[in-house]
Structure formats: structure tokens, C-alpha cells
């Protein structure tokens, strides 16, 4: 959805998915917008893949960065933790963001715009945890909450404007089909 409302408005969008095979649902998008979608292998849990994808992304500018990648881990009681779940979880939705943030720097710094997005969720708000439990999804989220907060305070001298989204409780795959918003309702907030 990132892409189809950025491409509508006129943006070239280097897309970066786990599988480019899998991501079926690009491929009319880059029928009809050419040389203004590419589409990138990108597994942001691994450095080789993420430093591969900044290579081929970052041969000019780079105006915007939208970190959307995550997973929800295994939602769990407090005795069923997982830890290699969770680690992996991390890995993703804490250290992702992170890893490609410092992979990109090179075009973004190049960029006019020097904007850096990172899609969080609500359940990473302390303060709103009132029924527990989702251990590894949350607590990635809250790492990436504080990252973010350093990256902003780190690159704001530079021009930077480092934010965090929350998409609401999307009709996506992780979302499921009882999610209260739509897809492009979601991402046309966060875009705005």
C-alpha cells in the first residue's frame, strides 16, 4: 500500500521485500510505473542483505526512508516465552530499522528532503500495556521506540526529521481480517 499511494503520487519508490519472488502483488504496480518502482531482495535481519540493498539503492539520492518491515512473533503468556522467537523478533523490529537506517546514510545524506520513518505500534507504549502478555512484539517495539528517539536526537544537527508511525490496528497479514482500518486508510495517515 506504501507503494501504490506513493507511486499515485508521482514519488519513484525503491521497494525492498524478503522475497521479490513472493511480492506478486508489485508486480502490476511495476507494470504501469516503469522505471519509477524497483524492487529489491531486502531481508533487514541480515546485514549482508541490507548492506547489498543500500548499494543499489544509494548510487544517488535518497529523500525518504519508511522502515515498515516487522513481525509479530509468538504472542504468549509469560511461562511460554520463546526466547529464540524473541530474539529473532528483535532482530527485526528493533535492529532492522537500525541496520538499514545506517546502510542508507550515504543517500539520504545526499537527499533534500533527509526524512527517516520507522513504523512502530501502540502495543510498544508502556503506558498503554493494560493486559500484557505479547512479549516479543512488544518488546521490540519499545527498543525501536528508544532507537528512534537516539537516532532523532543523533541526526537532528544534520537536517534530519526522524519519526515514528503508528499505523493503527491494520486489515493487513499481521493485522488479520478483524483490524478496524483499512490498509490505505492507514497509509494514507501515516503519508500525510
Given amino acids: 500500500e506504501f507503494v501504490q ?38 531481508d533487514v535481519g541480515d546485514d549482508a542483505s541490507v548492506r547489498a540493498f543500500a548499494t543499489n539503492v544509494c548510487t544517488g539520492p535518497v529523500d525518504v526512508l519508511i522502515n515498515n518491515a516487522g513481525v509479530s512473533g509468538l504472542w504468549c503468556a509469560l511461562g511460554d516465552v520463546d526466547y529464540a522467537d524473541m530474539a529473532r523478533t528483535f532482530t527485526i523490529n528493533a535492529l532492522g530499522p537500525l541496520r538499514v537506517t545506517n546502510a542508507m546514510l550515504p543517500g539520504l545524506r545526499q537527499g533534500a528532503l533527509r526524512r527517516v520513518a520507522h513504523v512502530t505500534s501502540r502495543m510498544g507504549s508502556l503506558a498503554a500495556n493494560t493486559d500484557g502478555g505479547a512479549y516479543a512484539y512488544r ?17 537532528r544537527p544534520e537536517g534530519f526529521v526522524t519519526v515514528l508511525l503508528h499505523p493503527g490496528w491494520v486489515q493487513t497479514d499481521m493485522g488479520g ?9 492507514s497509509v494514507r495517515g501515516m503519508l500525510r
Fill in 5 to 42: 499511494q506513493l507511486l499515485l503520487r508521482g514519488d519513484t519508490v525503491e521497494a525492498g521485500v524478503r522475497s521479490p519472488e513472493g511480492a506478486r502483488r508489485l508486480d502490476p504496480l511495476k507494470q504501469k510505473a516503469g522505471n519509477r518502482l524497483r524492487i529489491h531482495a531486502l
Fill in 139 to 155: 518488546m521490540s517495539k519499545v527498543a525501536l521506540n528508544m532507537a528512534v528517539r537516539s537516532m532523532s536526537t543523533d541526526l
Fill in 177 to 185: 481480517p478483524d483490524a478496524t482500518l483499512p490498509a490505505p486508510d
